[in-house]
């Protein structure tokens, strides 16, 4: 058990603020410092504007973490949905800058690894009431969003312009590139993806690799927020007790919780 202390730069899913994993503080193990970033146009940061492209979104998710990093701090990335191919993006940039210590962790959470995306969606160019219901079929956004007016007109351009990033990244021309940390894929077990596709995230893990399944569908993160801490905690050698989820060499590791 490492006694270490370790910041988790966290990167919420589409339409998604920092606030998110507000949850998951009380479950994260006191050596966890958690950093949830905020993306532009939403949150704290309500009156920027959104990207316009996934490179803008990874060149300001890059800064943020540059300015929080010091030259000692041990920390790891995790992103949920949009956020782990914003999070992946990061990585290559990371790993590539002389300017930024490296993570000791990636955490791509509830996503198809970067080459399913050939940056072709269509989704945010639907007129609203089909947007909504495109939107509700993946479930997680509460119907009173659209059902309220004025949470409509709030909400529903945040999550218009994050599926605009989501459906224009062509994640197929990186899809080799290795981080050269340890790598952790979380799934829920009622997701659409299934334990194949998630173990290809391993093609961009450069050290140990692993999958963890838990109960839920896409959005597990808050429907089990202590076994997702858990997870995050033994992959970091924290926590012996979920120590079913470390990573080892070798792509068929997957723990269940």
């Known amino acids: 058990v490492k006694s ?6 966290c990167i919420p899913y589409a339409g998604g603020s920092a606030a998110v994993y507000y949850s998951w503080k009380k479950h994260l193990p006191t050596s966890v410092e958690m950093v949830p970033i905020e993306l532009a146009g939403r ?3 309500l009156k920027e504007p959104f990207y316009e492209s996934m490179k803008a979104a990874v060149g300001d998710v890059f800064s943020i973490i540059r300015e929080e990093v010091g030259d000692n701090d041990e920390y790891a990335v995790l992103g949920h ?14 790993f590539s800058s002389p300017e930024i210590k490296k993570p000791c962790h990636l955490f791509f959470s509830g ?5 399913y995306s050939l940056g072709t969606g269509t989704v945010h160019l639907l007129p609203e009431k089909d947007f909504q219901q495109e939107v509700m079929k993946i479930g997680g956004t509460p119907k009173i969003i659209f059902e309220n007016e004025d949470l409509r007109k709030l909400f529903s351009p945040i999550i218009r312009a994050d599926y605009k990033l989501l459906e224009r990244y062509n994640g197929s021309a990186n899809s080799s590139f290795p981080c050269d940390c340890d790598v952790t894929v979380l ?20 050290k140990r690799f692993s999958v963890c399944f ?5 959005f597990f993160i808050n429907e089990a927020p202590e076994s997702v ?3 995050i ?3 970091l050698n924290i926590s012996p007790a979920a120590s079913g989820s470390k990573g080892k060499s070798g792509p068929s590791l997957s723990a269940h919780f």
């Not at 270490?4 to 730069?9: A, G, N, P, T, W």
């Not at 838990?214 to 896409?218: K, L, Y």
């Open 187 to 206: 799934c829920g077990k009622d997701d659409n993806i299934n334990e194949r596709q998630a173990l290809e995230w391993e093609r961009y893990a450069g």
């Open 43 to 45: 949150g704290n940061r």
């Open 81 to 94: 949905s949009m956020g782990s191919w914003i999070a992946f993006e990061v990585a290559q940039k990371i």
């Open 4 to 9: 270490m202390q370790y910041k988790l730069f």
């Open 229 to 231: 801490a858990d997870c």
């Open 111 to 115: 996503n198809y690894p970067p080459h």
């Open 233 to 235: 905690a033994a992959a």
């Open 214 to 218: 838990f109960e839920g569908g896409h």
